[in-house]
């Protein structure tokens, strides 16, 4: 035990930077991390917070547990004069999806954003208050991405002036919806708007109670109810619910009609853009990135603490057991996975910014909501492509960081069994990512041709957006062959030109190939745009390291070692590409792509001793992670024995089912063999 304990304290004797600048980096600013800090020990110190038993709790307990949450946050919030942005940190804090959790983040958005002026100003303050506790009502159990192809209907009757909300289809039953099962006294329902004649003007929003505010009963002519456990356990607190609408009647005010309206004789306004309804839906998607990024860091702190400690097979310099993480097939796996952390949560920070800092998002945002619609297409882009990048690397990180740890990984207290869980889905909520793959290739494609078509006329060429800069490569290349063979795989410029014209020439490719299209084509092509649009970002935090972020040289030095990192191992993945496209050649006395795994392997070898450092500057703590192998101090063995009293299992030394079962069997047994032992 004690050379766990030596292993630890010798891991953090080798950084070589302030763990402390690059926390406040991640965290925004020194002052962030000291909120987040004080929240966190705020939080941890609350007995109502503790996570001690939440392993052994049936999905029942699980979501009486996050009620009792939920109040308690409320309480500390009264308390603490917390703003909304504050709450929301807390409630992140807490580790468990929560059934409050779509209300702030789904429901109060889109109502906000979208409600008539007259509705919000009834029902605003309810809202942020949660007077009343809102759900999103999109899917269908037989429509989710498919947005055009929802099947409930909300008919207008002009005679009374009322919309009628109803399910005409099995398939048309709300499904998958976080909060409805239980909890929610209102939702937004996504359903197609019949006007007067049978007009189907296609999905559009309206605002429907769905339980009484007395006694929180489903209100008449309408069915809800939880729709069961979900795979292996994950969001068991929440209550994701099904409902069905038998002719519902709602007021005609109740349609979210700051854009799209209906007049009181069933005549229809347009929106400034078909698409003006998906706002809310782009927002939640731009804020995945970030979220992606601290539950990969959350995963990858784990794996690489638990690494440093675990000691098995070969013997090393010190005689002992080689360190796990010392060994190449762990660290190829863990390093890229560190850098992602980083890459997806600066990004997510930048996307996220206030108008007056942010480099990229918020400023189309405000943009939109001021009524100028030419921005929808850019955040689409973006927010459908990062969402299905991130989300994608989240569920095949954490299970690879939970691999790389044996046997202990499978361990509920390993905490890494828990987040994958809870975030498995994330790949198909908010649009299922192979649907988003598609949106983004025909984004691309539309882009190609615009551009293309401005060469060969005197048409001016048309600005380019950042999700679609890669497209400049097309033009410098004109003149020659895209080839390269001896490509400096250390620079961070070279690595960043080959994945945008990677992108380019995918694009190009399924451009000239669209009568006869592979089956992959559309994954590949929105991997490449969005990968080479991260690239490009990548790059830009690359150069702008001490100015953007306030680091020193030592943490300038090993911060670009990580970006670089992410460079390497997005162009080793994209190898496949990059030789079909003919954009890299194998020479027979040079073969780059050899020397490109050897730059990872040597650029892995400098960051290891670093690796400690790199996940403490995350800054959580050990309530945070709620891991026996992630424990701070090491002791990951004498956490999981302790761990393992609590199992219920073991509160009795004769478990129940003895005198029923088991001795019975064994009686049998004993029997049996007697018998035969005398033939």
């Known amino acids: 035990m004690s050379q766990i304990s030596s292993d630890v304290e010798a891991a953090r004797m080798q950084i070589q930077f302030s763990v402390a600048l690059l926390r406040d980096m991640l965290h925004g600013n020194h002052d962030e991390w000291i909120k987040h800090r004080n929240l966190v020990a705020l939080l941890s110190q609350d007995p109502a917070f503790d996570k001690s038993l939440r392993p052994f709790l049936s999905r029942s307990e699980r979501y009486t547990r996050a009620l009792r949450l939920v109040s308690r946050l409320v309480e500390l919030g009264d308390q603490h004069k917390w703003t909304p942005e504050q709450y929301a940190t807390a409630e992140g804090l807490l580790d468990d999806p929560l059934p409050f959790t779509l209300h702030a983040s789904a429901f109060a958005p889109v109502f906000l954003s979208q409600g008539s002026p007259h509705l919000v100003s009834t029902y605003g303050s309810l809202v942020a208050n949660r007077g009343i506790l809102g759900c999103y009502l999109q899917t269908e159990l037989g429509h989710g991405s498919n947005v055009a192809g929802l099947e409930t209907t909300a008919t207008y009757i002009p005679e009374s002036g009322e919309f009628e909300i109803h399910t005409p289809t099995l398939t048309a039953t709300k499904w998958w919806i976080g909060s409805l099962g239980k909890t929610s006294t209102h939702g937004v329902v996504q359903a197609k708007l019949i006007l007067p004649g049978g007009r189907d003007m296609g999905p559009h929003l309206f605002f429907v109670q769905l339980r009484s505010l007395e006694d929180h009963r489903v209100l008449p002519n309408i069915s809800i109810g939880d729709i069961g456990p979900k795979a292996m356990g994950g969001y068991a607190s929440v209550d994701n619910g099904f409902a069905r609408f038998d002719h519902v009647r709602i007021p005609r005010e109740h349609l979210l009609s700051r854009f799209a309206q209906v007049t009181e004789s069933g005549e229809y306004v347009k929106p400034p853009h078909a698409k003006m309804s998906y706002g809310g839906m782009l927002m ?98 973006i927010s459908s492509g990062l969402k299905a990048l991130t989300t994608n690397a989240v569920v095949q990180d954490v299970e690879t960081a939970r691999r790389a740890l044996g046997g202990h990984g499978y361990s509920e207290f390993s905490g890494l069994g828990r987040i994958y869980a809870d975030n498995l889905p994330s790949v198909t909520y908010e649009g299922d990512n192979y649907v988003l793959h598609q949106q983004v290739t025909r984004a691309a494609v539309k882009a190609f041709h615009a551009y293309v078509s401005s060469q060969h006329s005197s048409a001016d060429t048309p600005t380019l957006t950042p999700s679609t800069l890669y497209l400049r490569t097309l033009q410098r290349d004109q003149s020659g062959s895209p080839r390269h063979v001896l490509i400096d795989w250390n620079d961070p410029q070279t690595l960043v030109d080959l994945l945008e014209k990677r992108a380019a020439y995918t694009v190009r490719q399924h451009v000239q190939n669209a009568r006869d299209p592979d089956a992959s084509v559309e994954q590949r092509v929105a991997k490449g745009v969005m990968e080479a649009f991260v690239a490009r970002q990548v790059l830009g935090m690359l150069e702008g390291a001490a100015a953007d972020y306030g680091l020193r040289e030592p943490e300038v030095a090993v911060f670009r070692e990580l970006l670089k990192l992410y460079l390497l191992v997005t162009a080793e993945n994209a190898l496949v590409d990059l030789l079909s496209l003919g954009l890299i050649s194998v020479d027979v006395d040079d073969d780059p792509t050899l020397r490109l795994r050897r730059a990872i392997r040597d650029l892995c070898l400098k960051l290891l001793p670093q690796s400690i450092g790199l996940t403490d500057a995350f800054g959580f703590s050990d309530w945070e992670l709620d891991s026996s192998l992630g424990r701070h101090d090491g002791k990951v063995y004498e956490s999981l024995l302790e761990r393992a009293q609590t199992e219920p299992l073991n509160q009795t030394e004769i478990p129940d089912g003895y005198e029923e079962y088991l001795k019975p069997l064994l009686e049998r047994g004993r029997r049996e063999a007697a018998s035969r032992s005398k033939l």
């Open 284 to 381: 939640l998607r731009s804020r995945i990135v970030m979220w992606q990024g601290w539950i990969i860091a959350k995963a990858i702190t784990i794996a690489i603490r638990y690494a440093t400690v675990r000691r098995q097979g070969n013997s090393g310099p010190d005689g002992a057991e080689r360190q796990i993480i010392t060994y190449p097939s762990v660290y190829y796996r863990l390093l890229p996975i560190l850098s992602r952390a980083y890459v997806f949560i600066l990004l997510g920070r930048n996307l996220q910014a206030s108008p007056e800092q942010a480099k990229m998002f918020a400023p189309l945002a405000k943009r939109v909501e001021a009524g100028d619609t030419s921005p929808l297409a850019e955040m689409h882009a």
